[in-house]
């Protein structure tokens, strides 16, 4: 081009050359100033010699009269220089915009950008909000040092290269990245604590809760649900489930010396043998005992007790009452022989077995009775020895054990063992009877009488024409500390057992579970009462009826007797399920005599 002879310039072509040099209309003469005036753009080497080449060009392309002003500037500066023209660039400048230098800034720019997005990407993945939080001071840093204010004029360069469709395009596309990238789960999101995670690791939702269908808050829990111990869902274990027609277990645990297979002993109802006897029904009770094994269930981990020995049906004989004997109750007419054993342990180890029987005299319906398990069970005493307890037996044959004001129908008494060991036993609950055994003149009435005042009814408010209340477990002797911790006295030791309340009448018949606490000493004034108790597993809609409790690991040691524990000696509590089943749970102490309402003029304890 330098070789052609150039035509002489108008005054017009000079004056618009005059406009092009000084920057007011060229583009490109305004990138040029404005990248003077505030630094380098924010792009490549290679991008700063495609401008540099497209500048001159233009100019080029602006001496031959390739641009054409829009506004009237070019004839003679009609127009006041105050105001700046608006160029439109030429079809040729269109296509390398389209096609020539303005592609490949784009392609850069897409480049850039995707990579920017990949290491953003890549640190959201590896460190969560938390490290995105912890990075953009740093880009701020970055961004201020490399002179921020450059950015606008570099992005709108950039920008304008962009096919208005493309730029719609990119915008949806970049907009919906970053929503998805925000919802995407990533389990290193949140390095620090989760507050909202406190739910999971506290002991409830604090506060009432509300049904949304009826606006109604959920009432307290009235119940206190027992877990098992042994049971690795918390629920009940099972004895001998194979065996048909046994329930209402009771389950002594021996000491650790008698060795497995031998520790478990148990009586119970067993099978009912019906008779017609002068066109009389007629059924004959009786009283089934064995020794327990105990076991697992295969895979699942599931405590058991199955037989190890013989189901044997034990030697307690009755007659069937002849007519002028009648029960005052008629129903109880048709039932002969023994039912509702319980086994209980004195402290020199002494099996005793307690159960309901026919009575002897004509005005005793049924009588409770007393005999030495060892009397009546094949291999107990051998297991005992072997254990090192030989005590002497002291009811050698079925004693029955009459009281003054006897009863026509004596069921549920509960043994327990005085300040001196000798032999109790708590007839009623409300009022309060305790008879204490003599030999030879087989009950006396406590003297003195216990207290008058009874608080069972206040705390349970039970209504007196709708329930009454039963002896359910023996009565034991617990310290309230752990093991080695303090020397049991008068002060820090209770009696306690747990007790039914049976409602009636329902839909069906409903038997609650409470256990209370007594003082150790006479008159054994009653201390306090737990809430009701449900055993975790149990369908409530059965009525399940608890016979016995057991340590399970009776010990002598600190010269205390198989009859005494601690807090953190663990209770196997058996009981019966309508009739038809056997089961037992092992529960804490702890768990037992926790959540207790105080008795008027008792203090409180740190315990309940």
Not at 94 to 112: I, N, V, Y
Not at 409 to 416: A, L, V
Not at 422 to 442: A, C, D, N, R, W
Not at 577 to 583: M, P, W
Request: net charge neutral; glycine share 8%; with cysteine.
């Amino acid at each position: 081009m330098a070789n052609v002879p150039r035509p002489k310039p108008s005054n017009t072509t000079t004056d618009h050359s005059r406009q092009l040099t000084s920057g007011m209309t060229s583009p490109q003469a305004t990138r040029t100033a404005n990248r003077r005036a505030v630094g380098p753009p924010l792009s490549s080497p290679s991008m700063q010699r495609d401008d540099a080449s497209s500048e001159k060009r233009d100019l080029r392309l602006a001496e031959e009269g390739g641009l054409e002003s829009v506004n009237g500037f070019g004839d003679a500066g009609k127009e006041s220089d105050e105001e700046l023209s608006e160029v439109r660039p030429s079809g040729a400048r269109k296509r390398a915009m389209s096609t020539g230098s303005g592609q490949g800034e784009w392609d850069k720019l897409w480049t850039t950008g995707k990579e920017v997005v990949r290491q953003w990407k890549k640190k959201w993945d590896r460190e969560g909000l938390a490290g995105v939080q912890l990075q953009l001071p740093q880009l701020q840093q970055s961004l201020s040092t490399a002179r921020l204010s450059s950015y606008p004029a570099t992005l709108f360069a950039f920008t304008s290269c962009i096919p208005p469709r493309r730029r719609a395009l990119i915008a949806i596309t970049s907009a919906l990245i970053f929503f998805f990238l925000l919802l995407r789960p990533s389990s290193t999101r949140l390095k620090g604590p989760n507050p909202y995670h406190k739910i999971l690791t506290g002991s409830g939702v604090a506060g009432a809760i509300v049904d949304r269908s009826t606006g109604l808050q959920r009432g307290v829990n009235k119940a206190k649900v027992l877990e098992g111990f042994s049971n690795p869902y918390g629920f009940i274990n099972l004895i001998d489930p194979y065996a048909g027609g046994v329930f209402n277990p009771s389950v002594l645990v021996l000491p650790d010396t008698v060795g497995v297979g031998w520790r478990h002993l148990l009586v119970a109802r067993g099978p009912e043998r019906y008779e017609v006897i002068e066109k009389e029904d007629t059924r004959w009770e009786s009283i089934v005992g064995c020794f327990l094994l105990p076991l697992k269930r295969q895979y699942l981990d599931l405590p058991y007790l199955a037989r190890e020995s013989e189901l044997e049906t034990l030697k307690l004989p009755a007659e069937r009452k002849v007519d002028y004997m009648r029960c005052h109750e008629a129903v109880y007419d048709q039932f002969i022989g023994p039912e509702d054993p319980r086994l209980f342990f004195t402290n020199d180890g002494q099996p005793l077995l307690i159960y309901s029987q026919t009575g002897r005299s004509p005005n005793i319906c049924r009588a409770i009775y007393i005999i030495d398990a060892r009397m009546v069970i094949p291999g107990l005493t051998t297991a005992l020895k072997r254990g090192g307890w030989n005590p002497p037996i002291v009811f050698k044959e079925q004693t029955d054990l009459i009281r003054e004001d006897q009863y026509n129908i004596e069921k549920n008494w509960s043994p327990f063992l005085g300040e001196k060991d000798e032999l109790y036993f708590h007839v009623s609950l409300v009022p309060q009877q305790i008879y204490k055994y003599q030999e030879g003149l087989t009950l006396r009435a406590l003297d003195p009488r216990p207290p008058a005042h009874n608080c069972i009814t206040e705390l349970v408010g039970a209504e007196m024409n709708r329930v009454k209340f039963h002896h359910a477990t023996p009565l034991l002797r617990v310290t309230l500390c752990r093991r080695g911790e303090c020397v049991p006295n008068i002060h820090n030791t209770v009696l306690f057992a747990m007790i039914h309340i049976k409602y009636h009448p329902l839909p069906y018949l409903f038997y609650e579970r409470r256990v209370v606490t007594w003082n150790v000493t006479a008159p054994y004034e009653y201390l306090s009462v737990s809430k009701p108790l449900t055993y975790s597993g149990t369908n409530q809609a059965d009525p399940i009826f608890t016979v016995s409790m057991s340590w399970d690991h009776p010990t002598k040691k600190n010269g205390l007797g198989l009859n005494h524990g601690f807090l953190d000696d663990v209770l196997l509590t058996s009981f019966g399920v309508f009739d038809y089943g056997s089961a037992y749970i092992d529960i804490l102490a702890r768990d037992l005599l926790s959540d207790h309402m105080m008795c008027d003029g008792i203090p409180g304890f740190d315990l309940w």
